[in-house]
Structures are given as C-alpha cells and as structure tokens.
C-alpha cells in the first residue's frame, strides 16, 4: 500500500472510530447522569494531507477517548430512591468485576431490601451492603441513611484525583485503571428526590458528527480518485 493510501486509511480509521463515539453519546442523551466520551488524538484528513505533502510516513493509530466529567442538572422526581450527587464524587457499587464507580442514582430495593442500581448491583455503604427496612428511607446532604429515627448506614461517596484513569465499564458505571485508587471525599452532598442529567448536548454533537462524516466522505472521495488515476496511469503504461 502506498504512503498516501496509508496516510488517507489512517485518518478514514480514525474518523470511524469517532463516529462510533459520537452516535454513542447521542443515543445516551436522556441517559440518567451519562458521561459523554470526546475523541482525542485523532488524525484528521487535513493533518494526513499535509503529511502526504511533506511525504511522511504515517500508521495508523488507535483512537485515544476521555471521560467528560462535567456534571449535568439535577432534575427533581420526588422519588426516595432517586439520588443525586451536588459537586464531585461517586457512588460506588458492587458488581461481578468487584467495586465500580458511578453517578447514576436511580436506584431501586430489591427483593432482599437491599439498595441496588437498575443492573442489580448493590449500592456500598461505609458498612458494606445497604439493607433497608420496609419504610423508605430519609437521606440526609452528607450521605447517612435513616429509618425512622434509626441510622442504616452512610453511602460511600468517593472521588478520584487522576480523572484520566477512569474507564467506563457500560451502564453508566466507572472502573479504575491499575494502580489507581479513589478517596473518600466529604465535600459532595447528597440530593434524595433527585436525578442527575446527562452531560451531553444533542446539538453540539449533531454538529461534529456533520464535520466528521464531511472528512469521511471527503476521504473516500479523495482514496476513489487516487484509485482511478493509477488505474488509468497503469493502462496508459500497459499499451505502451
């Protein structure tokens, strides 16, 4: 394959990659408390031209993405089992992997009266699975679970100081990269009735996905003519 097939396969790769993660991100929209992913890193078919102008060689490279942790609006639902996280921090859970991170809060009791996330996997306090009564319960700013007049537990609230070692683990949930870990932080609050939004705005992302398909198609287009120019340049050489 020539260089600037190459060059053109590099950034049409790239640019399908980044497709994927901006039609994830729209399809997460109403999504509670999604994070949306933003490319990163990406060859674009401008810089893969101007690398073909200066006859350099390119590989392709993979698609580097990162988390975009800005929060979104709570939005009130009355609900006891809904919660919101005011400022930074996570909820943590436990699934089958082990402990996993998250911010969305719309949990539900199951059948053995314990908290757990729509998935199924249990909501972790300071003292480890949360089993509530038969009443709902009252949380207060600072996480404590009541029952009546009685203390549950406390939910663990942590945060993370290396956002870029988050990975997401689908259903809105968070791991850690390895040798990273979370703290506990006590300076989030907790809102019950509440439910975070999705950070995702449907028109910013429509607009990139436009440009993207644009350098897309501008790339097939370009790797189209190539094509034609060096099968016509070869039946020239061919009759001569």
Avoid: C, W
Wanted: proline share 2%; charged share 25%; net charge negative.
């Amino acid at each position: 394959m020539s260089d600037t097939i190459s060059v053109i396969a590099a950034s049409m790769h790239a640019d399908a990659d980044a497709l994927r993660v901006i039609g994830q991100n729209i399809a997460n929209a109403e999504s509670v408390a999604y994070r949306r992913e933003i490319s990163l890193g990406r060859i674009g078919f401008e810089q893969a031209s101007q690398e073909v102008a200066e006859a350099s060689s390119t590989e392709a490279s993979a698609l580097n993405t990162a988390i975009d942790l800005r929060p979104g609006t709570l939005k009130s639902t009355a609900e006891p089992f809904d919660l919101a996280i005011e400022g930074q921090g996570f909820f943590v859970v436990s699934t089958e992997q082990g402990e996993a991170l998250t911010r969305r809060g719309d949990f539900r009791q199951d059948a053995q009266g314990n908290l757990v996330t729509q998935a199924g996997h249990a909501v972790l306090g300071e003292r480890g699975v949360i089993k509530l009564g038969a009443t709902a319960p009252s949380i207060t700013p600072d996480g404590v679970i009541h029952a009546g007049d009685q203390v549950i537990d406390r939910l663990r609230i942590v945060d993370v100081d290396d956002t870029a070692a988050l990975r997401s683990a689908g259903d809105g949930t968070f791991v850690l990269a390895a040798g990273s870990e979370a703290r506990a932080t006590a300076t989030s609050r907790i809102q019950q009735g509440f439910l975070e939004t999705s950070n995702v705005q449907s028109t910013n992302e429509m607009m990139q996905l436009m440009e993207t398909m644009r350098r897309f198609e501008a790339a097939q287009r370009f790797v189209r003519g190539y094509d034609e120019m060096v099968d016509k340049a070869i039946s020239t050489l061919g009759k001569i």
